[in-house]
């Protein structure tokens, strides 16, 4: 199996395998569209694989195979019965534990997308984590470490997998699209930097991600002006509450490039998708910046609190372009 870029999961993963040592739990964090799903089953297959060579899975043995169908007995993706992990799933899943692996000489479980479960149901999961049966590996995945309680951080070895690498983007979308003109791969590249799963739904036609990329860029340029009455106008014209974070989370990320521009960083450290106006923004005072960013993840925040959109746009448009930066 081919990893693109994620050296900070497939270094590590190499050593313990060269070393015949794996730890028993891991926390996979990263953007959304970095791979953490990938980066899970890429690790199962380290742990399942059948022939590991060089520090990697073969890709294509049975065990392999099995876990990239999703069909292997032995690497079993956790269910949620409602939005979000309940205690009982999570009961479910340590009831399981003390049974024995299937075909294999070790059990994987997948407890992905973890944002929003309970303390109650990572509580149920700590005393298998700090003393898990000996074939039994765990590999939980959530946007960053907040979602997680530190008891179980501290039982876990935690890889993050953000670090953007266009390179490495090209190169997916190189082998993936090899049909596609090459001013289109680029354009997905400019937009989502080296978030390839980003870049893919992009190439797939995601009507609503070019919508809200396209909102991004509209309210971006508006910033970098102190155009307010635009801001406010593109912003204000989102009714769904989640679409809505989403766009906020997008508009951060074009914030924290103008950020890294202002540093002098290399430009494979940008993940947002307006490189344009975040070279624009990177002329304001870097307090600006940070207030922007500020302003933007506390609307985020209320968004959460059921408040009124509209008024939560209006609110925002002010702080991050007004001509003052008020807040």
Known sequence: MKLYSKQTLSVPLAAMSESGRFVHSYIITGEKGAGKKTAAKYTAMMLLCSDVHDGRPCGVCRECRRILSGVHPDCISAEKSKKSYSV?????????????PNDCDRKVYLITDC?????????????V??????????IFTGDDLSVFLPTLISR???????TADRDACMEYMHDTYPDRPEEELIRAADAFGGN??????LLEGDEKLLDLAERVRRTAAA????????????????????????MLGMLCAVVRDAAVMKSGAQPGSYIGCDRGSAAKLSAFPASRLIQMYDSLTYTAQLCGLNCNLDSAAAMLAGRIAGRKGHI
Do not use: N
Not at 235 to 243: A, N, Q, W
């Open 88 to 100: 009982d799933d999570m009961r479910d899943i340590v009831t399981d534990a003390y049974t024995s």
């Open 115 to 127: 944002g929003g479960w309970s303390d109650a149901a990572q509580a149920a999961m700590l005393k």
């Open 129 to 138: 984590t700090e003393d898990p049966p000996d074939p039994v590996y765990f």
């Open 156 to 162: 876990s070895m935690v890889i993050d997998i953000t």
């Open 196 to 201: 390839i799963g980003r870049c893919t739904e």
């Open 223 to 246: 910033c970098a002006v102190c155009d307010e009455y635009t801001a406010a106008a593109v912003l204000s014209g989102i009714r769904d509450r989640d679409v809505f974070r989403q």
